[in-house]
């Protein structure tokens, strides 16, 4: 049982570069979303999709886009990387929206120069 | 907004010590609160989910408690092993915003 995957484990782009990331989950959650942690920040919140075919922004949206391609998956594009976007990128994932335990995948860690 | 603090921002305490990382949040409308291990260069695991209504939770040598009125939630790790260290996070779910916002974390070393 493969839980939460997270694909890729570390990319470096240039500043204005685009890039997918991608998370799938095999626990036929309907919830999925992602978080971004930096240094003395903790986790937050990036966007989030309830349920299959919804999305909604969290605390920290800007400069990404989420597509939720089925119950599965969920990706996170940056379209223009920034080096403000330099951070380690965690999927997760829960049966529900509501206050269900959350299961995290293994995070894709990024560098933009 | 919620804020959810934690305190020692890190700890380092000999084997077979029994210990105790401290949660507070600034809004006690919440639904329940989490406490999460990291390793490094890991995901998150959950260790422990306490619902509002509830005191306590146990798991195995971990027993985490809630405060909700005070805002403030321990976790406490009976005789320490050097397998225990990782940083251990604490999130609540709020009532307002229905969203986990994270504490910064601890993070706990256990020498042999």
């Known amino acids: 049982n493969a839980g939460v995957t997270q694909t890729p484990k570390f990319q470096v782009l240039k500043t204005g570069q685009s890039m997918t990331l991608q998370c799938a989950q095999d626990?036929?959650?309907?919830?999925m979303y992602w978080y971004r942690q930096d240094p003395g920040m903790g986790l937050r919140l990036i966007y989030y999709?309830?349920?299959?075919?919804?999305?909604d922004k969290g605390e920290v949206p800007n400069g990404y886009n989420v597509s939720r391609l089925n119950k599965r998956e969920f990706s996170l594009r940056l379209e223009s990387a920034a080096p403000s976007q330099t951070s380690v990128y965690f999927c997760?994932?829960?049966?529900?929206?509501?206050?269900?335990?959350?299961?995290f995948g293994p995070g894709t860690r990024l560098l933009v120069l | 907004k919620q804020e959810v603090t934690q305190i020692p921002a890190a700890l380092s305490v000999p084997e077979g010590e029994n210990l105790v990382l401290n949660c507070s949040f600034t809004?006690?409308?919440?639904?329940?609160l989490q406490w999460f291990r990291q390793d490094p260069g890991k995901g998150l695991t959950s260790l422990l989910l306490i619902q509002s209504s509830q005191r306590e939770q146990t798991s195995g040598r971990l027993n985490a408690s809630l405060d909700k009125s005070s805002g403030r939630s321990t976790l406490y790790i009976a005789a320490s092993q050097p397998g225990d260290s990782a940083t251990y996070l604490c999130?609540?779910?709020?009532?307002?915003?229905?969203?986990?916002?994270f504490g910064k974390g601890t993070l706990l070393t256990v020498n042999p």
């Open positions: 999130a609540v779910f709020g009532s307002s915003n229905y969203k986990l916002t």
């Open positions: 626990m036929n959650h309907n919830s």
């Open positions: 997760a994932s829960s049966e529900g929206a509501g206050a269900e335990t959350q299961y």
């Open positions: 999709s309830a349920s299959e075919g919804t999305t």
């Open positions: 809004d006690s409308a919440i639904y329940n």
